[in-house]
């Protein structure tokens, strides 16, 4: 009818924009620990990374607020709009980086850019919901209840992101999953926030259903988006991969064997991993009295009436530490502590792991305990013959509390009066300070230590640390023949270092500074290759 005028449109509701500022705040803050754990994933040293990525993303949330004042017209639109480019960008963010990483390009420089991106569109979004809201509730009430939103989000996403989110959908479900989640409120946003601009809304809505399209495809294709980044990594294909609640799982295997990595970071060759684990355990095996009643171990079990010799592996959730104490017929029990039900479940039922493990976690002289292992010895009061730490280098300070002089008093304090431990203590070449820290802080812990070393074509020159509560000399003599990499003359040549692998002095690991970690990133971040 000519002259009528247009239906004055319903304000939004408030219940309705103050769920969003939920929403967008857990998005937000999801896309910010996404970009932290794949620098800390590709880069190593989590610390740093999570420090600089938390920086910047706050700075770019500033940013974001400040700009949202050059917002004046069809704040609506612009907010949905704003919504669908957060969508895009912190959705593809985890592919994104994982992809920069494996192709050589900066990572540094992609990692920023989607940082300050994503931050600053988020910083966007919360000024602009706010006006929208301005005359609906009063002001105190306003800015009470949307900041009270803004931090429960971000509440929730760092409870989900650790406990729900990475263990199991991974870091590129969770990226794609989120983005979907801002396209969406995107997407409601276009009939929540209709104005006088009816026309401007509908083309924002068909925006909004393209970029969810775009994000539910890509979210299907996950795994294959993961697995293409991932084939850069290593050098043979991946023939299983896993998220755990702890760890990224991926075996890779090739006509010269396979090899399992752990958060991008090498764990063992099949095919040079026996020199890895027979220096691991068996020089500490050769200063174990045998049990009473089982003469040196050479033949037969052990006595009906001895209790056996007991053993603790701390960390060596593959089973190849298991593998070859189990060639000593005298031990009774094993028990192997290590925090991730995954791996020990993989090396357990894998056919590949399991064949290479000879199938030791499924003996029965094996007991697997899954927990943190300063956790399960603080609590333990069994002492033990030998104890085997074999944890990976100390790259992050959940590590890295494993190398302190608070870890090595507790074993120590559970060692049997002639028992022996060793620690596997990464490269005296390639990070030789570390080496020599380890050794040092095992010293200041009352052990009494001798250091040796074995090389491993996989890794090069390799370090343990072969400790006891009272004063030893280094063992001579084996006491297992038939080994593929350690016979008599091989043992004793261990113990020697030459020039450049001489001690050096440093600092001692504590629980109340972690020097190991960072003296560890930053020697062996002179190797790494960008």
């Not at 090396?347 to 697997?368: D, I, Y």
């Not at 003296?519 to 190797?527: A, K, P």
């Amino acid at each position: 009818m000519s002259g009528a005028s247009l239906p004055t449109p319903r304000p939004p509701r408030p219940w309705a924009l103050f769920l969003t500022v939920f929403l967008i705040a857990t998005a937000g803050l999801v896309y910010e620990l996404v970009a932290g754990a794949v620098a800390s994933y590709v880069l190593g040293d989590s610390v740093t990374q999570f420090s600089l990525v938390i920086g910047l993303y706050l700075s770019a949330l500033g940013i974001g607020a400040y700009l949202s004042k050059f917002v004046e017209r069809d704040v609506a639109a612009r907010f949905v709009d704003i919504e669908l480019a957060t969508a895009l960008l912190g959705g593809v963010s985890a592919p994104l980086l994982l992809f920069a990483f494996a192709r050589g390009a900066s990572f540094q420089l992609v990692l920023w850019g989607v940082v300050l991106g994503t931050g600053t569109l988020v910083g966007l979004e919360l000024p602009l919901l706010m006006r929208l809201l301005r005359g609906q509730v009063e002001f105190k009430d306003l800015i009470a209840t949307a900041l009270l939103f803004d931090y429960l989000g971000a509440l929730a996403a760092s409870v989900l992101f650790a406990l729900v989110l990475v263990p199991t959908l991974g870091l590129v479900r969770t990226s794609l999953l989120f983005g979907l989640l801002n396209a969406l409120v995107g997407l409601g946003s276009t009939w929540l926030l209709v104005d006088e601009q009816g026309k401007t809304m509908r083309a924002a809505r068909v925006r909004s259903l393209l970029v969810v399209a775009f994000l539910l495809v890509l979210f299907s294709q996950a795994e294959r988006l993961t697995r293409a980044a991932e084939v850069a990594f290593y050098p043979d294909p991946i023939w299983f991969a896993q998220q755990s609640s702890y760890q990224r799982i991926v075996v890779s295997r090739g006509r010269a064997g396979f090899s399992l990595h752990l958060n991008n970071n090498l764990q063992f060759s099949s095919t040079d991993e026996h020199r890895y684990h027979e220096a691991l355990v068996h020089p500490a095996m050769a200063l174990v009295p045998p049990a009473p009643g089982t003469g040196d171990g050479s033949a037969g079990g052990s006595s009906a009436t001895s209790p056996g010799l007991r053993v603790l592996i701390a960390g060596g959730g593959d089973g190849l530490a298991a593998r070859e104490a189990l060639k000593y017929p005298e031990i009774s029990r094993i028990i192997l502590v290590d925090l991730d039900p995954a791996i020990t479940r993989a090396s357990a039922t894998l056919s590949l792991l399991a064949e290479q493990n000879q199938g030791a976690l499924s003996h029965p002289r094996v007991q697997v305990i899954n927990d943190d292992a300063m956790s399960y010895l603080a609590r333990s009061p069994e002492r033990f013959d030998a104890l085997f730490i074999d944890f990976p280098d100390p790259n992050n300070l959940a590590l890295g509390k494993l190398f302190t002089t608070r870890f090595y008093a507790i074993a120590r304090d559970h060692l049997s009066p002639e028992g022996a431990m060793v620690v596997q203590s990464t490269s005296p070449f390639y990070s030789r300070h570390s080496f020599w820290c380890i050794v040092r802080t095992m010293e200041a812990a009352g052990l009494h230590v001798r250091p040796y070393h074995a090389f491993v074509p996989a890794f090069g020159e390799w370090g343990f640390a072969l400790a006891r509560a009272t004063p030893f000399e280094p063992p001579t003599r084996l006491r297992l023949e038939g080994l593929r990499f350690l016979d008599g003359q091989q043992l004793s040549s261990l113990f020697h270092f030459p020039p450049d692998l001489a001690r050096v002095e440093g600092p001692i690991n504590r629980l109340d500074n972690q020097a190991l970690v960072r003296l560890y990133e930053r020697e062996i971040g002179r190797f790494a290759a960008f």
